[in-house]
């Protein structure tokens, strides 16, 4: 099937008794894909003709479905030996997300998972990072060593020079807790960037 036939399908169930074939096709073009229409705010969706608030609600949690099932296909106690490990757990975590958010797992010695925690969330071009509370979590979980994470929705995943700055200082903030800084990991659709793969951290 198409994308605009898949689409069409699921509008059937909150269009009633109505023709769902030409505003599947008018979201298309709107958004430009299926991918874009699934990521399009309430708002933007509500001011198309013919798709009410409970449409919107409807696209809005086939979105958060998926995030949530390939969260669930995570094995809380893997073993996190390798940055493609990282990015695949990690990935679903900033699934179709509109602005910048932060992320942290905190792994013992033996490379297993303790615990992933949300650190804060920004505007569609930054997010500032509270450190206390990352060395906050990092000490609950008696974590060995911590990886962050954190998306670009502008599509780019190189880091900028704000995020390097930010990363060694954090770097510096862990040092003396015994707590060593693996990695950091920026998302942006399907891309991923090690700062550690690209020699940025020390």
Known sequence: ????????????????QRDTNPLAHKLMEQFGSLAGVLQAAP???TEMKGVTESTAVLLKLVLQLMSRYEKSLNDPKMIMDTTEKLQEYLRPYFLG????QIYMLSIDAKG?????????????????????RLTAAA????????????SHPSGIA????DDITTTRHCQQALAPLGIFLQDHLIFADDECVSMRESGLLR
């Open 158 to 161: 190189m880091p900028s020079q």
């Open 97 to 100: 997300q509109r602005r910048e």
């Open 43 to 45: 708002e933007a969706l």
């Open 1 to 16: 099937m198409e994308d605009y036939e898949l689409l069409e399908m699921l509008l059937y169930y909150s269009v009633v």
């Open 112 to 132: 297993r998972l303790l615990g992933c925690d949300f650190l804060g969330e920004g505007n569609d071009c930054a997010v500032t990072l509270d450190v206390r």
């Open 139 to 150: 000490l609950r979980h008696r974590a060995s060593w911590v990886v962050l994470a954190h």
